[in-house]
């Protein structure tokens, strides 16, 4: 007949009509595990640039300062 449905029976039943029973507790993990990834990333992102630029203005305060014999 024309109805074509993701179960593949030819009737829909309670099943393919009920919406998943939440995980309430599950998402909030979940979430706050990519919210703490990504902010270490950043933090880590972060420590890196600020040690290259630090590593850079010593370097250039070495290489200015007069050398003495």
Do not use: H
């Not at 993701?6 to 979940?30: H, L, V």
């Amino acid at each position: 007949m024309g109805c074509s449905l993701a179960s593949g029976r030819g009737i829909q039943t309670q099943a393919d009509i009920m919406a998943r029973k939440p995980n309430y507790n599950f998402e909030r993990q979940e979430r706050d595990r990519r919210k703490a990834e990504k902010k270490a990333a950043k933090a880590a992102a972060k420590a890196e640039k600020a040690e290259l630029a630090k590593a850079e203005r010593n370097g250039i305060a070495l290489d200015e300062t007069p050398e003495q014999e």
